[in-house]
């Protein structure tokens, strides 16, 4: 910090002048001749009058010339005296004055200094410039005299006519006001000019006096402001987002965004008609609350409200729109800024991601209830074949036949509730789609009314898919059973394949999609269409349009499981009276192959009285599963949970050649009775069976030499068959 001079400070001593010392001498000498003259003739004659002796007189006239001296000597220094008295109140006070100029100097060059001016006054006649050290500082000129020619060297070219014409306007008498620009020594700078000229008599111009001032700093401001600014509108123009500026009352926009237009389809180059606009397109259901909450909002608070705005055309869009106060340093609000956000595609998703929920909530219902169905199935489908020997006459049979097919239907339901909730993972490999249209195509041909119109179609090089050939075939099977039930009086459905790949933008149109290569399996048909609310629900389970008992309601909603599970995703497009269209999108595989071949049916091979522990907490199951293989000549031992199994296992453990275990039972559980076993019997044959699926079962039963896991139902003649090969000699 800089430390101004005390006007305090003692200055140097000045002596008089010497013009006004002679005066003094002169007047202090004849004052003396003459009072000294005047003594002389006045005393002389006295002292002659009185005195006669001359003895007398010359000694009464050595007394007078010594009074004489001593009174002039007394005058003499009592003038002195008081001069001398005069001389130094008009020192100190030359000296008082002096110190205040300097420090009113010295402040003015700080000052100036601080602020970056510097004063000047100009001599027209001489053309030279009588600059303050600041001024000369700022422009690096030497102190003192500048002449113009150097002041028109530093000015910037582009700038130098108009300062030479403001000049020129000034020395004729005009204020001179202008900013410029200034090379200092590679350095380029601005400065501000203000002036005015002074006049004498008669009015023409003797001298111009102003000031310069180093502006660099507040241009250099106010280019970052204008920079900023631009970035701001940049940034603004460009967004999805609509920003707007009002009042604080929310009564007058000062700013709109171009996204405006983009958004809700209408002009925004008119500030009061957008306004107006705005408050017409917001839709009628919510007009009213978002109006209301605009109008009689406190100016202070945030205002957040979602809602739907209509386009010109009809078309619906979401829009969440923000606004919040702009407060000055006082907390006195001054402006409103907003942010209006198209959120249509966000809503979309939220109904996606509300459905899954939706789905995924009753597929876990249908996850238990396929559990214990399977469970009560199992013992119906095993049964029928334990009693056909028994049972020879064709009613019996025909009894039988019931009952099996009961079962079969009962399971197909299951494993499509199970398709739906988790998703079965059959045996996967390469499938050639056209294979499965041309089958639907026969199948549909020969059972289907002739009213429909089957036409099939297939493009050139159809990539083939990763998936369960089974599987695909039901999707397609529903899916054209729904057709052909959405056409009672005929019509035409149509079957097509084709090749499609998708990018990350035709990707983001669909929650569950992810850009590469899909086949497309279109099912069309000209039925009866869809409302746009059956359309919303079409594919949750138990969901039908159909009368009771020709419906179950779970033909869509498998189709979205299987689907799902081969890693694809479905869109259907209906209208009421103009027909449904399905697409199923499905991954494609790497190269082409042909699907593999279906194995053939064993013969059920009969055992040779190895023993076979079975363990399940399903009573009926375990008493069925141990008829069968009594019946086919194996000795059996049952325990219904793992606790009496493992006691089974460790008194008859030599005995012991195959353990069959249920893996969900409570208290102990297959999983846990096998990691029981297993030590003690490495080699030990173990086949694990469940009503329902878990991701990761197979690895974990494989960690434990377990690679056979049955389903539940299944069929005597796949334990028999499994029975035999894993017990066969080797």
């Keep these: 910090m800089t430390t101004l001079p005390s006007p305090e400070k003692n200055l140097p001593e000045r002596t008089l002048p010497v013009v006004r010392a002679s005066h003094v001498a002169l007047r202090t000498a004849l004052a003396y001749a003459f009072l000294a003259g005047l003594w002389i003739l006045v005393s002389d004659h006295v002292v002659a009058m009185l005195f006669s002796d001359p003895a007398l007189l010359v000694w009464v006239a050595t007394l007078k010339g010594f009074a004489f001296v001593a009174c002039t000597a007394l005058l003499l220094y009592g003038a002195l005296r008081a001069q001398l008295h005069r001389w130094e109140a008009e020192v100190r006070a030359r000296q008082a004055t002096e110190r ?17 001016v510097g004063g000047w006054i100009m001599d027209p006649v001489a053309g030279e410039i009588h600059a303050s050290p600041q001024a000369a500082r700022m422009l690096e000129f030497p102190s003192g005299v500048v002449t113009m020619e150097m002041v028109w060297r530093v000015i910037h070219p582009e700038d130098l006519p108009m300062v030479q014409a403001k000049w020129a306007a000034a020395l004729e008498g005009a204020e001179l006001e202008l900013e410029h620009r200034a090379v200092v020594n590679g350095t380029l700078r601005w400065m501000y000019v203000k002036a005015e000229p002074e006049r004498d008599s008669s009015g023409r111009v003797i001298r111009v006096v102003g000031v310069t001032q180093d502006i660099t700093a507040r241009k250099e401001a106010e280019e970052q402001l204008r920079a900023s ?8 123009e460009t967004i999805h987002e609509v920003f707007w500026i009002s009042d604080e009352r929310r009564a007058h926009l000062h700013y709109l965004s171009p996204r405006f237009t983009g958004i809700w389809g209408r002009p925004g180059g008119d500030l009061e008609a957008a306004a107006r606009l705005w408050r017409e397109s917001i839709h009628p259901d ?19 409200e979602t809602y739907r705005i209509l386009r010109p055309g009809g078309e619906i ?29 966000r809503k979309h998703l939220e109904q996606q991601f509300l459905r899954a929920q939706r789905l995924e909530a009753i597929g876990t219902l249908a996850s238990g209830i396929a559990h214990d169905m399977n469970n009560i199935l199992a013992p119906m489908a095993m049964v029928p074949r334990l009693l056909r020997p028994l049972l020879a006459r064709p009613n019996e049979q025909a009894l039988l036949d019931v009952v099996e097919q009961g079962a079969q239907r009962g399971a197909g339901i299951v494993r499509q509730l199970l398709t ?26 020969e059972t289907f009314p002739r009213e429909i119109e089957i036409l099939q179609t297939t493009g050139a090089g159809l990539w083939p898919v990763v998936g369960d050939a089974t599987q695909l075939h039901q999707v397609l ?71 009771v008992g020709k419906g179950t309601g779970l033909g869509l909603s498998t189709v979205l499981g299987i689907v799902k599970s081969h890693g694809g995703f479905v869109t259907v497009d209906s209208h009421p009276g103009h027909g449904s269209l399905f697409r199923v999108f499905l991954p494609a595989a790497g190269e082409s192959e042909s699907p593999a071949a279906e194995k053939a049916g064993q013969v059920s091979p009969r055992g040779r009285q190895e023993t076979i522990l079975i363990v399940d907490d399903e009573n009926a199951l375990r008493k069925s599963l141990e008829l069968v293989l009594r019946a086919f000549n194996y000795d059996v031992l049952s325990a219904a949970d793992g606790k009496e199994a493992l006691r089974l296992f460790e008194e008859n453990e030599q005995r012991i050649r195959l353990v069959f275990t249920d893996l969900m039972m409570p208290g ?20 694990a069976t469940s009503g329902l699926e878990r991701e990761g079962y197979t690895d974990e039963l494989a960690n434990f030499g377990v690679g056979e896991v049955l389903r539940k139902p299944f069929r005597p003649e796949e334990i028999l068959e499994l029975l035999h090969r894993l017990l066969a000699p080797k």
């Excluded at 600014?229 to 603004?236: F, G, I, Q």
């Excluded at 409103?336 to 959120?343: L, N, R, S, T, W």
Aim: proline share 5%; with cysteine; charged share 30%.
């Design 668 to 687: 102990m559980s297959g999983f846990a009775l096998i990691r029981a076993i297993r030590p003690r019997a490495p080699h030990l044959p173990i086949v």
């Design 317 to 345: 869009r979401w829009v969440r729109d923000q606004a919040f106060p702009v407060r000055d340093p006082d907390g006195v609000v001054r402006r409103i800024v907003g942010v209006a956000e198209d959120i249509t595609e």
């Design 420 to 445: 739906f909730s988790r998703g079965l993972e059959g045996q996967r490999g390469p499938v050639q789609v056209t294979h499965l249209l041309k089958e639907m195509t026969g199948i549909m041909r």
């Design 477 to 547: 099977m529903n899916l054209c059973v729904n057709a052909r039930d959405a056409m009672p009086q005929g019509g035409r459905l149509r079957l097509t394949a084709e090749n499609i790949e998708l990018d990350a933008e035709s990707a983001r149109i669909h929650s569950a999609a992810k850009p590469g290569r899909y086949v497309i399996l279109t099912v069309a048909d000209t039925g009866i269409g869809m409302t746009p609310e059956v359309l919303e629900r079409v594919f949750d389970p138990f969901f039908t349009t159909k009368e």
């Design 286 to 304: 919510d007009k009213e609350r978002v109006l209301a909450r605009f109008a009689d909002g406190d100016s202070g608070s945030n205002f957040d």
């Design 229 to 236: 600014e631009e970035r701001l509108r940049l940034v603004v």
């Design 100 to 116: 205040a100029l300097r420090f009113s100097e010295r402040m003015l060059a700080h000052a100036q200094q601080l602020v970056q």
